[in-house]
């Protein structure tokens, strides 16, 4: 079981703000970071750090962090949003990474 | 721009093992972990294991019995072996580009790369 717990299912209405949530006891240790998945693509990258988006993320995405919880936040959510969404740190226990198990977008 | 393109069998029985190699392109094999992930049918990502460039080895628990994870600097390359594959072992299998970023009050982890995905089916 992941380590690290998301909602499953989160929805928006287009152009709305949202709000994904991870929660863990690494998330006391370590920051995460977020990946977006649409089916049958790779994860790719969108918030790492404190609050670090790669180049080409647009910047509704951002991050916060507090306590046991990281957060991902898009403000004004596009059609191209809609997708999987993931968390990812490494695990305070030990050597090891964790995943969250992911939370399903989707904008309405 | 990093890129890792993999590749590997993607269909296998049950009690043979999985081998899979991703290659770097267009970046440094030094300063990262060099991770396998996989995604069972309709499921979020597991964690295999990593290796560093200097052949350091992290696995995930669940798995460490059955898993080697190894590198070959010179190539700029990195494989995953999986032995013993049952019908659980089905996913798509991802390898990735691991970084760690240090804060002045914590740390980051991120993969910032990730290969195409080979999807590897264990059928009788």
């Known amino acids: 079981s992941s380590e690290l717990t998301q909602d499953p299912a989160v929805s928006v209405a287009l152009g709305q703000t949202v709000r994904i949530t991870c929660q863990g006891d690494?998330?006391?240790?370590?920051?995460g970071s977020w990946y977006q998945q649409k089916p049958g693509q790779a994860p790719l990258l969108v918030i790492f750090?404190?609050?670090s988006r790669p180049s080409g993320i647009p910047d509704r995405f951002s991050g916060s962090s507090s306590g046991n919880t990281v957060s991902l936040t898009i403000t004004g959510a596009q059609a191209e949003d809609e997708a999987d969404y993931y968390c990812?740190?490494?695990?305070?226990?030990?050597?090891?990474?964790?995943f969250g198990g992911g939370t399903k977008l989707t904008v309405l | 721009q990093v890129q890792l393109q993999q590749w590997g069998a993607g269909l296998l029985k049950p009690s043979e093992t999985l081998s899979l190699t991703c290659a770097v392109y267009?970046?440094?094999?030094?300063?990262?972990?060099w991770s396998w992930i996989r995604q069972p049918p309709g499921k979020g990502l597991e964690w295999i294991g990593e290796?560093?460039?200097?052949?350091?080895?992290n696995y995930n628990a669940s798995l460490k019995s059955r898993v080697t994870v190894s590198a070959d600097t010179s190539k700029n390359q990195f494989s995953l072996k999986l032995s013993s594959v049952t019908v659980a072992d089905t996913a798509v299998y991802y390898c990735?580009?691991?970084?760690?970023?240090?804060?002045?009050?914590?740390?980051?982890?991120?993969?910032?790369?990730w290969g195409q995905g080979t999807p590897v089916t264990v059928s009788s």
């Open positions: 990735a580009r691991g970084f760690q970023v240090e804060y002045f009050d914590s740390s980051g982890y991120y993969y910032d790369g």
């Open positions: 267009g970046g440094s094999f030094n300063g990262y972990y």
């Open positions: 290796v560093n460039h200097s052949g350091s080895t």
């Open positions: 690494s998330l006391r240790s370590y920051y």
């Open positions: 750090g404190k609050n």
């Open positions: 990812n740190s490494r695990d305070s226990r030990g050597p090891y990474v964790v």
